[in-house]
């Protein structure tokens, strides 16, 4: 998701004339957004509304700041977001939302990225599962504090990252082309040193972005693995 400058030319001439694939944004949730904002873009992008602060993509309270000052109006924003989700360029995933929950993602950032004093409705409540025992439990709140839930989801669903559901003991296909389990070995590799072994279909320096390789200990990487052992 870019923002600012060249890109917001191109996108203001791209509301005038109603294009985009999707056309003029419409509608969309703020409220439901802002959840599906922080559970997949995250780890990206920083807004301090939705207190995430990524830093592969840029900051789009920064992105969209000078340009409210210029008299951008909101409708403005939401289509340049929503053309930004659907034009994905790598490192962004293309399909990352579609349909009503990009035109929700897209009302959240306008309303609520840039804003000096966001209202009540940008604040997002992060949703818990119950709480697990033993190593399984330390691991469900380092899962929560590292924000492995920006890329990573538990339900099987599509996300920056490879989903956490059935993954352990799964096989997994590499961008080398080989093909292994996702075991002990394999998982402690992958927290440890993100870009070592990328799986097939995903791109390289995401999750290194956000956790530097070696800044997650082993028995934290073996609680996170015991907390993803669970997810089946």
Do not use: W
Request: charged share 15%; aromatic share 6%.
């Amino acid at each position: 998701m870019r923002g600012g400058g060249a890109v917001l030319a191109t996108a203001f001439a791209l509301v005038a004339a109603g294009c985009g694939t999707g056309g003029i944004a419409k509608g969309g949730d703020p409220a439901q957004g802002g959840a599906l904002f922080v559970s997949k873009c995250g780890s990206c992008h920083a807004l301090s509304a939705a207190s995430t602060k990524g830093t592969l993509g840029p900051n789009l309270d920064d992105a969209f700041r000078s340009d409210r000052q210029q008299g951008y109006k909101q409708i403005t924003i939401q289509q340049i977001v929503k053309d930004q989700i659907e034009l994905a360029n790598p490192p962004m995933p293309k399909n990352l939302y579609t349909g009503k929950d990009a035109a929700s993602v897209a009302a959240y950032v306008a309303t609520c990225a840039g804003v000096d004093s966001p209202g009540a409705n940008c604040k997002v409540s992060a949703a818990a599962g119950p709480p697990l025992p033993g190593l399984a439990g330390q691991g469900q709140k380092l899962f929560a504090s590292l924000s492995c839930q920006s890329c990573h989801t538990t339900d099987g669903s599509k996300s920056t990252g490879p989903t956490f559901k059935g993954l352990y003991a799964s096989q997994v296909k590499l961008t080398t082309g080989q093909t292994v389990p996702a075991n002990m070995a394999y998982l402690l590799t992958s927290i440890r040193d993100p870009d070592k072994e990328i799986v097939s279909g995903f791109s390289p320096g995401v999750m290194s972005s956000a956790i530097k390789p070696g800044s997650v200990s082993v028995a934290q990487s073996k609680a996170l693995i015991a907390f993803i052992k669970t997810l089946k």
